[in-house]
């Protein structure tokens, strides 16, 4: 253990040279401790017959910045995709049910909600479908129902002459 502390003493302007070159200026201590983690990977690893061991935690570390950076790329891009693909679905839903549902009513219900009660109103759709539709779960789906129904009667107690 006492081997690797100096390893990584000698090795951390390496890691933090990594830093600069991949232009990381976001979670700068998440990538030190991949760093150090690829680091010692690479002093578990290294064969002193294939090169330098300068040369091998380079590329090791380098390598597990780049992947990291990647997954987490790969995650935001599918996070980003699937808020605007519920924004757009969010807004083709309302406009759908401004004919039935008067629009000072829709506009008070969060995403989720309009959620249950388009495809609730306008398909006919079980908890357990929409649940699947929207990829969560069906206790989740049941208290979108609770609250959008308890939001509807407190509106039509209020603005009975909406529903007229």
Not at 41 to 50: G, I, L, T, V, Y
Not at 104 to 119: E, G, I, K, R, Y
């Amino acid at each position: 253990m006492e081997e690797f502390e100096n390893i990584a003493e000698q090795y951390t302007p390496l890691i933090h040279h990594m830093i600069k070159r991949l232009n990381i200026y976001k979670d700068k201590e998440e990538f030190i401790q991949i760093g150090l983690i690829a680091l010692w990977e690479a002093s578990r690893a290294f064969d002193p017959a294939k090169g330098q061991f300068m040369s091998y935690a380079f590329t090791t570390i380098k390598g597990r910045m780049l992947s990291h950076i990647q997954k987490t790329n790969k995650i935001h891009d599918r996070e980003t995709s699937k808020e605007v693909e519920l924004e757009d679905s969010a807004q083709h839903e309302m406009m759908t049910l401004e004919w039935l549902i008067p629009r000072a009513f829709l506009d008070s219900l969060t995403p989720n909600q309009s959620c249950w009660l388009f495809h609730h109103i306008q398909h006919g759709k079980t908890t357990a479908e929409i649940a699947k539709d929207c990829l969560t779960t069906t206790a989740s789906v049941k208290s979108w129902k609770r609250t959008t129904i308890k939001k509807l009667q407190a509106y039509y107690r209020l603005h009975p002459e909406a529903f007229s």
